[in-house]
């Protein structure tokens, strides 16, 4: 298997190598004038199976699905054998089912979008529904980097920490950092309204009084759910609030609202790099396509 480094993931595309021993494969990319993305392959991918590593995170996710898809056509035109998308944020992925009629599913024509491609396969991290998978056109799993961000907050000695989800929904995030954590765990309720987006969150019956809380989520993006969540468990009398999730979006100033609202810490995995990125999803890819040869 060859790896071949995305124009959004050039790092860990670089770290998968190093951990399974695939050789990488870097790719030249450009963004004309007129905003249209250019890719090429920098290598021989003839018989290989690829594994092509492209977060398509803010900004420019628009771009890099293209550039995602361009990949997957120039390896397939190479006489790649087998091409397995690795795709560590997957946009659109919350658009899963229509939620109001006249709208569409997203995500159901990004798989099929990929498809057309040349994609064989896709491993995505953490995607917000499983369901959206199942209509792929091609085998397409999700694989979890939760125990991951826990382990963080282990080597950081808040081990027993409360593991909070910040809604019911997402209570499996919670029990998964639990298992690592060994501590408590829970969830707020959360409700949003479809139209205006604005979401009201509540906690009743939570116990967290005086406890170590770690607010687990699959993403952060504007951080409404993490300062929401941070406002109640201050009130509980939480004695610290930290902020963890796979995909930190961090969108504007999502970052400093969170930070203002005494939310100690926010950690995140590398799908979205950037400050908040602190925890590697190379040994998790690794693992995964190792396990797929
Ligand atoms: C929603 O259901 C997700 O799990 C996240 O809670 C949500 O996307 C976070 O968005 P925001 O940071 O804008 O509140």
Same mark, same amino acid.
């Given at each position: 298997?060859?790896?071949?480094?995305? %124009?959004?993931?050039?790092?860990?595309?670089?770290?998968?190598?190093?951990?399974?021993?695939? %050789?990488?494969?870097?790719?030249?990319?450009?963004? /004309?004038?007129?905003? +249209?993305?250019?890719?090429?392959?920098?290598?021989?991918?003839?018989? +290989?199976?690829?594994?092509?590593?492209?977060?398509?995170? %803010? !900004?420019?996710?628009?771009?890099?699905?293209?550039?995602?898809? @361009? *990949?997957?056509?120039?390896?397939?035109?190479?006489?790649?054998?087998?091409?397995?998308?690795?795709? %560590?944020?997957?946009?659109?992925?919350?658009?899963?089912?229509? /939620? =109001?009629?006249?709208?569409?599913?997203?995500?159901?024509?990004?798989?099929?979008?990929?498809?057309?491609?040349?994609?064989?396969?896709?491993?995505?991290? #953490?995607?917000?529904?499983? #369901?959206?998978?199942?209509? $792929?056109? $091609?085998?397409?799993?999700?694989?979890?980097?939760?125990? *991951?961000?826990?382990?963080? @907050?282990? +080597?950081?000695?808040?081990?027993?920490?409360?593991?909070?989800?910040?809604?019911?929904?997402?209570?499996?995030?919670? /029990?998964?950092?639990?298992?690592?954590?060994?501590?408590?765990?829970?969830?707020?309720?959360?409700?949003?309204?479809?139209?205006?987006?604005?979401?009201?969150?509540?906690?009743?019956?939570?116990?967290?009084?005086?406890?170590?809380?770690?607010? @687990?989520?699959?993403?952060?993006?504007?951080?409404?759910?993490?300062?929401?969540?941070?406002?109640?468990?201050?009130?509980?009398?939480?004695?610290?609030?930290?902020?963890?999730?796979?995909?930190?979006?961090?969108?504007?100033?999502?970052?400093?609202?969170?930070?203002?609202?005494?939310?100690?810490?926010?950690?995140?995995?590398?799908?979205?790099?950037?400050? /908040?990125?602190?925890?590697?999803?190379? !040994? =998790?890819?690794?693992?995964?396509?190792?396990?797929?040869?």
């Amino acid at each position: 298997m060859k790896i071949i480094s995305g %124009p959004a993931s050039k790092e860990l595309a670089k770290n998968v190598s190093a951990l399974t021993g695939y %050789p990488n494969l870097s790719v030249a990319s450009k963004i /004309f004038p007129d905003g +249209e993305s250019y890719v090429r392959l920098e290598g021989d991918v003839k018989g +290989e199976d690829v594994a092509i590593v492209q977060t398509t995170c %803010p !900004p420019m996710q628009d771009s890099r699905l293209m550039q995602l898809s @361009f *990949l997957a056509d120039a390896a397939k035109r190479a006489s790649a054998d087998k091409v397995t998308a690795v795709v %560590p944020y997957l946009a659109y992925a919350r658009q899963d089912k229509m /939620f =109001l009629s006249g709208e569409g599913i997203s995500v159901e024509t990004i798989g099929r979008m990929l498809k057309a491609a040349g994609v064989d396969e896709f491993l995505t991290i #953490n995607i917000h529904s499983e #369901n959206a998978l199942g209509k $792929f056109p $091609f085998p397409a799993k999700t694989a979890s980097a939760i125990s *991951l961000l826990a382990q963080y @907050f282990v +080597e950081k000695g808040h081990k027993k920490a409360y593991a909070l989800s910040p809604d019911k929904g997402a209570m499996y995030i919670a /029990f998964e950092a639990q298992q690592v954590l060994g501590g408590n765990a829970g969830h707020l309720d959360k409700q949003r309204d479809r139209y205006t987006g604005q979401t009201t969150q509540t906690g009743k019956g939570l116990d967290v009084k005086g406890q170590t809380v770690i607010i @687990f989520d699959d993403i952060i993006s504007t951080g409404g759910t993490i300062v929401g969540a941070a406002k109640i468990l201050r009130e509980l009398g939480a004695a610290h609030v930290f902020a963890a999730c796979v995909h930190p979006l961090l969108i504007g100033d999502a970052a400093k609202r969170i930070l203002d609202a005494d939310v100690e810490e926010i950690v995140g995995t590398d799908s979205v790099p950037g400050v /908040f990125s602190k925890v590697s999803l190379a !040994p =998790l890819i690794s693992k995964q396509l190792k396990g797929a040869k």
